[in-house]
């Protein structure tokens, strides 16, 4: 089966700052990945498929990029209502396997 | 509008058995599939498995091979996961997830509608 590794596991920045999440795939899965939001007590959200195409009303400061085994999740300017677990997921087969999360707080 | 309706809380005993029900509405039960998702406290999102509504075909995560039962219900467009022999790792939020024609193409398409998550407590 085909691992994704996210990092980091965790960070914290200051509002307004860029933030970067990696995501990588054991094997290629084309562009078939997604970058979901999990905040605390609340439902996961569907951020960006396809590596980078974004849901519509996910803000702008959103965005995702690569394919093949190396793919990003960026927050141009941090936000205060960002603060959540993003988690990475490969979907062109089963196991649709989860990155394990990154944790992103405010400093 | 899609939705998915889950079942409520549930406390189960160790060694029981528990079944949770997601019913769809807003689609075509039969368009899309299923997947199940658990969430235990502190830990991440994992992928539990999935069926696929219209011929019932299942894939499972192997971590719960075994133990784990999916189902679809064409005549109720619902459909339940079983997760059987519980211990207290098992105690989590149970969520179900339909991937939709507005996260992908050519039938790959990523979970975009979740239902509520359900609550099970395995204690003793």
């Known amino acids: 089966d085909i691992q994704m590794t996210q990092s980091p596991p965790s960070l914290s920045a200051s509002i307004g700052d860029r933030v970067t999440i990696t995501c990588r795939a054991s094997?290629?899965?084309?562009?078939?990945l997604a970058w979901y939001q999990h905040k605390p007590g609340k439902v996961p959200q569907l951020l960006i498929y396809g590596a980078s195409t974004s849901l519509p009303g996910v803000p702008s400061r959103f965005s995702g990029s690569g394919s093949g085994t190396d793919f990003t999740l960026t927050i141009s300017s941090l936000q205060p209502e960002d603060v959540a677990t993003y988690y990475c997921q490969k979907y062109n087969s089963a196991p649709r396997t989860f990155g394990q999360g990154t944790k992103v707080e405010i400093k | 509008e899609v939705q998915l309706l889950q079942s409520g809380a549930e406390v189960k005993k160790p060694g029981a058995t528990v079944k949770i029900s997601c019913r769809v509405s807003?689609?075509?039960?039969?368009?899309?599939?299923i997947h199940w998702v658990k969430q235990a406290p502190g830990k991440g999102l994992e992928w539990m498995g999935l069926v696929d509504p219209e011929d019932g075909g299942v894939r499972y995560a192997e971590n719960f091979q075994g133990r784990v039962t999916i189902i679809a219900d064409m005549s109720t467009d619902t459909s339940y996961m079983q997760l059987s022999s519980l211990i207290s790792d098992d105690t989590a939020v149970y969520y179900c997830?339909?991937?939709?024609?507005?996260?992908?193409?050519?039938?790959?398409?990523?979970?975009?509608?979740w239902g509520q998550g359900t609550t099970v407590t395995v204690s003793s």
């Open positions: 807003g689609y075509r039960f039969t368009d899309y599939y």
């Open positions: 094997q290629g899965i084309r562009n078939y």
């Open positions: 997830a339909t991937g939709t024609a507005a996260a992908g193409i050519n039938n790959y398409y990523a979970m975009d509608v």
